[in-house]
Each structure stands twice: as C-alpha cells, then as structure tokens.
C-alpha cells in the first residue's frame, strides 16, 4: 500500500507536468482527491489494514494530499498569469489618444501653431539661460500700467484699450509686460526671463488685430547691457524661428516704459513686402517692440537704476506665427477649426 502511495504520487507528477490550462487542473484534482478520487480508493482499502499500517498509511496519505493540493495551487497561480499574459497579447491596444483615433478612423489634431511657436522660442530662450515665466490673465493697474511708468493721468493709458472689471482697479491684462514688473520684484541682478501668455485689448478685429492675442516678454538685467545685447538676442531669436534670411527694420517707438524705445518690424512674409491686408499695404509689420528698461521701471521692481540697467522686449506671437506659416488672417488662429489647426507641424 506504501508503494501505491508512491505510485500515485508519481502519476499526479506526471499528470500536473502535462495540464496546460485551468480547466485541466480542475479536473486533475478531482481525479486525485476527489471523493471517488485515485487517493480515496486507496484510502478505501485501509480498513482491512492492521491498525499501526492503517496509522502510518493515514498519516502518509494526508501528507500526499498536503502535498497534491500546495502543487495544484502553485500551478494554478502560474496558469492564472500565463493566461492573462497570452490574453493581454493577443488583445493588446494602443490607448494612446493618438492612435485610438486613427483607429476610429479620424486624424488626431495637432498643436495649436501658437503653442508650437511658444514652445520653440522658449527652447530658444531657456537654452541661452533665461528663465519662463507666467502671471495673471486678471491683473491690477498697479502691474499693468504703473509699476511700468505709466501713472493714472499718463496718456499712454489710452493706447491699448482696457477691459476694466466694475471696480475699475482690476482689468484684463492689456500687455505681457506686467510680467516683467511682477518677475523683477521677486529677483536680484542680475536676471533674464521670458514670459508668454494671452492678453486682451477692447479693439476691433482685422486681418492683424484680434481682441484677444498673445505676447511673449523678455527682459535681461544686469551690469553694462547695451542696445547691442538686444539686438543680439533679437537677431538670435529671428533666425532660429525662420531658419532663413528675413529683413527687419529697427525705428525708434515710443513705450514709457523703455529709454530709448523701438520698434522691431518684419518685411511681410505673406505678400513680400508688396502690400496686403496684414501689412496694411505697407510691406511691413510690427512685431518687436522693445528698449531699454526705463529707470523708473527698475525703481519699481526695486532694481538700483545707477548700479544696473536692462533690456526688455515684447513680441506679437500670433503675429511672428503668421509670418511663419504664411497665414493670412490672425483670425484664423481663433477659429477653433480643427482642420486649420492639424494643418502644423514642427520643423
Ligand atoms: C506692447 O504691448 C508693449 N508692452 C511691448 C513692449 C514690451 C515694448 C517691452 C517695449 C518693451 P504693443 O502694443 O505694440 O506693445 O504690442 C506688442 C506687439 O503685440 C505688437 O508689435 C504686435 O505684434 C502685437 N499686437 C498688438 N496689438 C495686437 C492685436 N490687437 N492683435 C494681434 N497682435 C497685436
């Protein structure tokens, strides 16, 4: 009887080698410990034993279906997993937004071309260690104008038309230059940020004006920054986003907050400087505003103007975009059509 303990012991070895799925091994433990099972017929012959082979019998009998049963359940647990993997296979899917939509048939969009605009100059600016950052869309007037030397009676109010909240403090912000003044306040000489984002202006839209437009800012401070220093970074920054031979023109601009100021125009990329409606017809087009930062400017941002002086610049995005993919009305950058917008890809 011992060795038909042995024997079967064996057998279920060599069944439990060759069960391949879980339903197999079901049936194989009824087969084995199952109440008319191969262990119970032998345990059935027991009782014309003698009671000490009836003892030693018992005992090994309840050590094989110990045995049986912890080797069933470690095969059970590896074809549990070898199930999921082999069905994980065969069902395997990309969930990736992209292409569970080429699956439906329907081109995934792409970046708006402002957003991949924004993220090249970024690149560009934070690879010549400049900093990016960001302000509010909802600011004060003490940012918008006159932390930037433009005091409540200045003129200069007028020429961006404001959209002011009912408390006539806060307002839409008219400008990204608002970011230079909040960034100076927070640093100490010398620094260099940019800083992207959507400003808002009561005006009328045409072919190159929308209501609602974005600027990117930059401003460099430090000791002995010279006109040069502008142009330098200004030239870098036109190159790298037209990778071609583009002519500019510097004249003086008139923004209080900058000394001496000027206005950095491209010739129009869409007619070739012939003339159309995003020039006006005057074969140019303003981008570039910029100067050097006024002392008040830095006075207010809490910058010692007798120990250091800066640059600043503000660049039309929707603008510089235009120009790059040769489109043909800012509106279009609105429109929130999906087939204008998968039109772009990156360089
Ligand atoms: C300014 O907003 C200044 N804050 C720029 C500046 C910063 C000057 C730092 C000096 C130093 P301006 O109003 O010219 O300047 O606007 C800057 C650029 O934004 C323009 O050259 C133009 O490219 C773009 N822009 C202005 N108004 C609109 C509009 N309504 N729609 C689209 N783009 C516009």
Known sequence: MLQNLEDLKNEFSTALNEVKDQSSLVNLKADFLGKKGKLNN?????KDATPEVRKTLGMKSNQLKETILADIEKKMTALELFEINERLKKNWQDITYRSSLRDQGLTAAGYHPVTIIQ?????????????????????NEYYNFEALNIPDTHPARDMQDTFWFKDMKHLLRTHTSCIQARGMEKRTPPFKFIGPGKVFRCEATDASHEAAFHQLEGMMVGKDISVANLIYFMKTLLSEIFRKEVNVRLRPGFFP???????????????????????????????LPCGMVHPNVLRHGNVNPDEYNGFAFGLGLDRLVMMRYGIDDIRHLHSGNLSFVSQ????
């Open 119 to 139: 993220r090249e100059i970024e690149d560009i600016f934070t690879s010549m260690g400049f900093e990016i950052l960001d302000g509010p869309h909802i600011e």
């Open 42 to 46: 032998i345990l059935k012959s027991l």
């Open 344 to 347: 772009f890809k990156t360089f």
């Open 257 to 287: 907050f900058v000394e001496p100021g000027f206005e950095l125009d491209i010739e129009c990329l869409i007619c070739g400087g012939s003339g159309c409606s995003v020039c006006k017809q005057s074969g140019w087009v303003e981008l």
